[in-house]
């Protein structure tokens, strides 16, 4: 915990510093071709924003299937509802409020999550795209008390000669759970590091690993996703995923899908 403590405090940092000396020097966001956001189509996120002006309710729906039916292994199914809104060049605002259901881990369940992206770094001369998020999660849900800050550092590197049709993603996070249970923990963190590449015009595949420690004492997930997303049309993006567990506490699979709806 201390190790991805001090990682996340030097990403911050960075963030800081970078932000400062390149604000100033930036007119237009660099053309990404497709960007990745967390269930879209996997855990993984890219390091770039929404652009400026675009407005995109979105939804992902996942199943996790665990062994076991008490309230730290069940099975648990969640949706989570969400609007992103593209405010300037690099930054993009948020709000979302997850559903959970099952005979699993459903604290939470009608919190209401509200933040903000900003793309900090260029990637430009070898040197890869970095963003930070900020969010706050209101205790509005099921079993749930205290506001949550909620912290993530993001790196996108482009790979081979594609013009960045392959890319590397790494992402870290630390969430506070100020109104813990006794059966809770204090901090979380999540690690995610994931592959993508496009292959059509229209599509975008990748692979991830995603570690997280939940909110429950001793339940960490460890998951390799892959997946999928297809541009239907101008204004609608569909994603699926498929996941596997690894190590005891980890889900056995994970099924998911989303749907973005994207306005100018």
Do not use: C
Not at 26 to 54: H, I
């Amino acid at each position: 915990m201390k190790k991805l403590s001090s990682l996340l405090l030097t990403g911050l940092l960075l963030a800081v510093s970078s932000a400062h000396a390149t604000f100033f020097d930036r007119y237009e966001p660099p053309n990404t071709g497709y960007d990745l956001k967390t269930g879209y189509p996997l855990q993984v996120q890219d390091a770039f924003a929404v652009p400026t002006g675009e407005i995109r309710p979105q939804s992902t729906f996942q199943f996790d299937r665990r062994v076991g039916s008490d309230n730290a292994h069940g099975d648990v199914f969640s949706m989570k509802p969400e609007v992103q809104w593209g405010i300037a060049p690099f930054a993009h605002l948020r709000a979302e409020i997850p559903i959970y259901t099952g005979s699993g881990p459903t604290s939470t369940s009608g919190d209401f999550i509200i933040g903000g992206f900003y793309n900090f770094l260029d990637e430009t001369n070898g040197r890869p795209a970095m963003g930070i998020s900020a969010d706050i999660e209101i205790p509005t849900g099921t079993h749930s008390r205290g506001i949550d800050p909620m912290f993530f550092y993001y790196v996108t590197k482009s790979i081979g000669t594609g013009n960045g049709a392959d890319r590397i993603h790494a992402n870290i996070g630390w969430i506070h759970n100020s109104g813990a249970f006794n059966d809770e923990r204090d901090d979380l963190y999540v690690l995610r590091a994931g592959y993508s590449r496009k292959m059509f015009v229209d599509t975008v595949v990748g692979i991830d690993f995603v570690r997280e420690k939940l909110r429950q004492h001793h339940v960490t997930e460890n998951v390799i996703e892959i997946g999928a997303l297809h541009r239907l049309t101008e204004l609608l993006n569909l994603s699926v995923t498929l996941g596997v567990g690894v190590a005891d506490e980890s889900p056995d699979y994970r099924l998911g899908a989303g749907v973005q709806f994207r306005w100018h």
